[in-house]
């Protein structure tokens, strides 16, 4: 069974660091490529990028500017998203989702919520 | 970025209605479309692939239409397990992008 375990809820300060995890389970953690969604509260889907595990190239949503930094550890079997500067904006539930390259969204993470306050 | 615009926002229906909803893509995206079901507090679920190909384990009163720039997504015979908020996606050129979401409830 296919599985991605994502690390629990945060809460953090404007301005603070932060990195979240994605763990897959049941299928070969570096053949697919791992992405990261967000859903600000009641509100709808933003994709944010997504990384190949097998070498570690990504691509980004380009209205990010580069305020996201998305990585993988192949050897574990875990991917992460992480911030150097959170803002009160980024309050949301990220997701992360298992890719076979066809942009269809098969797999879903349990979503982690991130909480900050300014 | 392709620009998918989503109606209506909510809809309200009864059990064993028939609904629809549709997604407009601002430039032609072919069959690169998506449906996603998302309940309360739970990730979102694929429910239509390729614009009309049934997900994994989905009903078949669920169903997919569209190529282009139009798409929708009909449910027959609502059950009470598909009330819930509904998703559409692009997947045609990066960044991928949503519609702004369809509520459905009673």
């Known amino acids: 069974e296919v599985k991605l375990e994502q690390s629990g809820a945060e809460v953090k300060k404007a301005g603070e660091s932060l990195r979240i995890s994605c763990k897959g389970s049941?299928?070969?953690?570096?053949?697919?490529?791992i992405n990261w969604v967000r859903q600000v509260p009641g509100k709808g889907l933003e994709w944010l990028g997504r990384?190949?595990?097998?070498?570690?190239?990504?691509n980004y949503n380009p209205s990010l500017q580069g305020h996201v930094t998305i990585s993988a550890d192949k050897s574990i079997f875990t991917a992460y998203l992480q911030w150097s500067g959170l803002k009160a904006s980024d309050t949301a539930t990220y997701y992360c989702?298992?890719?076979?390259?066809?942009?269809?969204?098969?797999?879903w993470g349990q979503g982690t919520p991130v909480t900050v306050s300014s | 970025d392709i620009q998918v615009t989503q109606s209506p926002s909510s809809v309200s229906a009864s059990i064993g209605d028939t609904v629809t909803i549709t997604c407009w893509a601002s430039?032609?995206?072919?069959?690169?479309f998506a449906w996603y079901q998302q309940r309360p507090g739970q990730a979102p679920k694929l429910l239509i692939y390729a614009a009309s190909n049934l997900g994994s384990g989905v009903p078949s009163r669920f169903s997919g239409s569209g190529s282009g720039t139009r798409f929708s997504l009909t449910i027959n015979s609502l059950q009470p397990e598909d009330f819930a908020m509904y998703f559409c996606?692009?997947?045609?050129?990066?960044?991928?992008?949503f519609g702004g979401g369809t509520k459905v409830d009673i």
């Open positions: 989702v298992k890719d076979d390259s066809s942009g269809f969204y098969h797999e």
């Open positions: 990384i190949d595990p097998a070498d570690s190239h990504t």
């Open positions: 430039q032609d995206i072919s069959t690169s």
């Open positions: 996606q692009q997947a045609h050129t990066f960044p991928l992008t």
């Open positions: 049941g299928y070969i953690f570096a053949s697919f490529w």
